[in-house]
């Protein structure tokens, strides 16, 4: 890279809160989403239902609880979090890095990680229940691979017509939908809670990590966030705060899903274009994974699992068929028209 590239980049990487706050463009359509699952979901809901699910479900209402809850459970004030929830082309979240406390905090959740998490849910707990429809397989094993290399990979948004394909496939299955958006508001609160928890370690540390360790303290730093995380889920399960997120005992096994999704994203990226994950701040899935699997199982989370764990083991029975067809698939040659090799290598700065 340049150095002036290197200056643009710099300058780039926002860290007003004017800048993080307002940054991205929303790719919302409520009256179209309205009219397809009316259309999808004959006799099941009526627009003025929907309209109050919207309202009842929507990030901006979780996001106000999850403070609530923070502040309850760890006597930390978030008055000065706000939430952007626009479409920046990115599948993370993150919350601005402003060590100041006075300095109002920005939480990015994209709408496309939003929308790609929850298509991504209703396509895999589709393709678990009708595993031996083969037509059916077909179907979910190409919608999640469109959501992990159009969406993931390359940021891009669903399209119209790859929504009506998946409203399709589901054909007013209503029972699919429930559980898609049930985990989804558990991951939802597991992300929110995750960012926040940042800046709340960030306010209990009393010393900065030296450049040297910065790396290890990082990894650390996220660990400790998912442990926040993960116990804010867990409690708001077991109705331990003064507002209710209505979270579904069994869902509380969706942060794993989550850890997974991305699994599945960064698998896809390797096996398609052959991308070996750089060094980066986050230790890996795995480790992340049975972390939070020991949390689940300390004694003070008291609650039935059965129904969750049974899910779970649903979950990862398509999680294994997904990563072996794709390999099989592409051995074959067979996913060769749906890669975009150019363009990938130009995203990783291998070629202009
Ligand atoms: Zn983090």
């Given at each position: 890279m340049s150095e002036n590239k290197d200056k643009k980049v710099k300058f780039l990487v926002p860290t007003a809160y004017d800048i993080l706050k307002n940054v991205g463009i929303s790719l919302k359509n409520t009256e179209r989403s309205t009219k397809m699952i009316l259309k999808y979901f004959?006799?099941?809901?009526t627009e003025d239902l929907l309209a109050e699910n919207t309202e009842r479900y929507s990030i901006e209402k979780i996001f106000e609880i999850v403070k609530t809850c923070f502040f309850e459970e760890y006597?930390?004030?978030?008055?000065k979090f706000d939430l952007n929830n626009l479409?920046?082309?990115?599948i993370n979240s993150y919350i601005s890095?402003?060590?100041?406390?006075?300095i109002r905090k920005v939480v990015h959740i994209d709408e496309l990680l939003e929308s790609t998490l929850f298509s991504f849910f209703l396509a895999m707990f589709k393709w678990s229940k009708d595993f031996n429809n083969p037509e059916m397989y077909g179907d979910c094993f190409i919608h999640i691979l469109y959501l992990m290399n159009?969406?993931?990979?390359?940021g891009e948004m669903q399209a119209t017509d790859a929504n009506d394909s998946l409203l399709k496939i589901l054909s007013g299955d209503i029972q699919i939908l429930n559980l898609a958006e049930d985990c989804y508001r558990t991951v939802l609160v597991f992300t929110i809670a995750h960012e926040i928890g940042h800046k709340y370690l960030h306010s209990i540390s009393k010393t900065a990590p030296k450049d040297k360790e910065q790396h290890k303290v990082l990894v650390d730093e996220e660990y400790k966030a998912d442990e926040i995380a993960y116990n804010v889920v867990l409690n708001m399960i077991m109705k331990?705060?003064?507002?209710?997120?209505?979270?579904?005992?069994?869902?509380?096994l969706a942060p794993m899903m989550y850890m997974d999704f991305f699994d599945l994203f960064y698998y896809t990226d390797r096996v398609l274009y052959k991308t070996v994950l750089e060094r980066t701040d986050h230790p890996i899935i795995k480790k992340r994974k049975g972390h939070l699997f020991a949390i689940a199982d300390r004694?003070?989370?008291?609650?039935?699992?059965e129904e969750g764990n049974d899910l779970y083991s649903c979950f990862l029975d398509v999680y294994d068929e997904y990563r072996t067809q794709l390999l099989i698939k592409n051995e074959k040659g067979k996913l060769d028209k749906i890669k975009r090799i150019n363009k990938r290598n130009i995203m990783k700065g291998l070629i202009k």
């Open positions: 004959p006799g099941e809901f006597g930390y004030k978030t008055q479409y920046q082309r990115s890095n402003d060590k100041d406390e006075e159009d969406c993931c990979i390359f331990k705060y003064s507002v209710d997120a209505d979270l579904e005992t069994y869902t509380y004694d003070k989370y008291d609650f039935d699992t």
